[in-house]
Structures are given as C-alpha cells and as structure tokens.
C-alpha cells in the first residue's frame, strides 16, 4: 500500500490551502482515511476521517469550522481543506488508511495501518 500526501507549502495568515492524499495498493474494497498533524515539539493529533460511503468525522468542532474532508473514491484520493489559517496550523500533515468491513463503516480515530510520509504546512504572519 502507497500513500501519497501533496499540497502542503508556505501560507500567509488567513489563506487556505486543500491537501490531497491517493491511496494506492489497498486490497480492501471499503477503508477509512483518516488526516492527521504533527506540529513541531507537540504529539501527532487527528485531524478528520472519511469512510467509503463518504461520513465524515471530525475531532473536535473547533476543526470542523474549517477543516473539511472529501473523498473521490474513483480517484482514490482523499482532500483536506483548510481554511482561514493560523500560525499554529503549522505542522506536518499525515495521510493513513484503515481497512474497513462494509461501506458505511464508521471510522475509529486511531488503528491506522497505513501511513504517508506526510505534507508539511507553514503559516506564516
């Protein structure tokens, strides 16, 4: 399995940016994609999941306000728009897959098999 995060790069306070994630190799016809981030000095924390059927998860509300998650499964690739963003969305941001039995299933915020190498993301002031 291949995982391949893009779209991360230098932002200035308040821009977006949409990070894409192709999932290649995955034998399961249903999984969840599951976004995460790691800022410097501070612990990996998730960000947003997807199942199949296209349900959305999101940790906490806050990052619901601007963080969205897509998901074109004929393209296999999963999106993370961020918007209006802040120095301390600084991170680098992981893509991971998880093998799921059924295409509504819901997907669990950790247990994550497969990992990109990650996009890192810079918001500058």
């Known amino acids: 399995v291949e995982i391949v995060e893009s779209g991360g790069g230098l932002v200035q306070v308040g821009g977006s940016l949409r990070l894409a994630c192709a999932v290649s190799?995955?034998?399961?016809?249903?999984?969840?994609v599951g976004w995460f981030r790691q800022a410097p000095g501070k612990e990996r924390e998730g960000i947003s999941r997807?199942?199949?059927?296209?349900?959305?998860?999101y940790s906490d509300s806050s990052v619901e306000d601007r963080f969205t998650i897509s998901r074109d499964n004929a393209k296999k690739t999963t999106y993370l728009s961020i918007n209006n963003l802040k120095p301390e969305d600084t991170a680098v941001y992981y893509c991971?897959?998880?093998?799921?039995?059924?295409?509504?299933?819901?997907?669990?915020?950790?247990?994550?098999?497969?990992w990109g190498q990650g996009t890192p993301v810079t918001v500058s002031s």
């Open positions: 997807i199942n199949s059927a296209g349900t959305t998860y």
């Open positions: 190799g995955i034998t399961s016809n249903y999984y969840c």
């Open positions: 991971a897959a998880r093998r799921t039995f059924a295409f509504r299933a819901t997907c669990a915020s950790s247990g994550y098999e497969y």
